[in-house]
């Protein structure tokens, strides 16, 4: 499974912004996928994922109500819908595709992870 995400950018606080994930391979359909991010100094976090057979969803409170998570299966594309983004969303954001069961707020059952790319939210 390969994975290359897309459309970070520098924006404002306030704006919007919408993030993809193009996947090869097909294991990934079998569990689920997610989003997670990495502020400078922190932690590397859980923002989103999605159960690719049925689009459950699952989100972090930090952006619940804000970001969605969605996957078209035809283009083997993961999205990330960012709105009323904050400074505080600043960060290096990821992509990754579990191969097993397991937390989906965790790293533990994601195998597979993209480059990742930039978002800069400006005040």
């Known amino acids: 499974v390969r994975l290359e995400e897309s459309g970070g950018d520098l924006v404002q606080a306030g704006d919007s912004l919408r993030l993809s994930c193009a996947a090869s391979?097909?294991?990934?359909?079998?569990?689920?996928m997610g989003w997670f991010r990495q502020a400078p100094g922190k932690e590397r976090e859980f923002v989103a994922a999605?159960?690719?057979?049925?689009?459950?969803?699952h989100y972090a409170d930090s952006v619940k109500g804000r970001f969605t998570i969605s996957r078209d299966n035809d283009q083997n594309t993961l999205y990330l819908q960012m709105d009323s983004l904050e400074v505080e969303d600043t960060a290096v954001y990821y992509c990754?595709?579990?191969?097993?069961?397991?937390?989906?707020?965790?790293?533990?059952?994601?195998?597979?992870w993209g480059q990742g790319t930039q978002v800069t939210v400006s005040s």
């Open positions: 990754a595709a579990a191969d097993r069961w397991g937390s989906v707020r965790t790293d533990e059952p994601y195998r597979y």
């Open positions: 391979g097909r294991a990934y359909k079998q569990y689920f």
């Open positions: 999605i159960f690719w057979i049925n689009g459950f969803t």
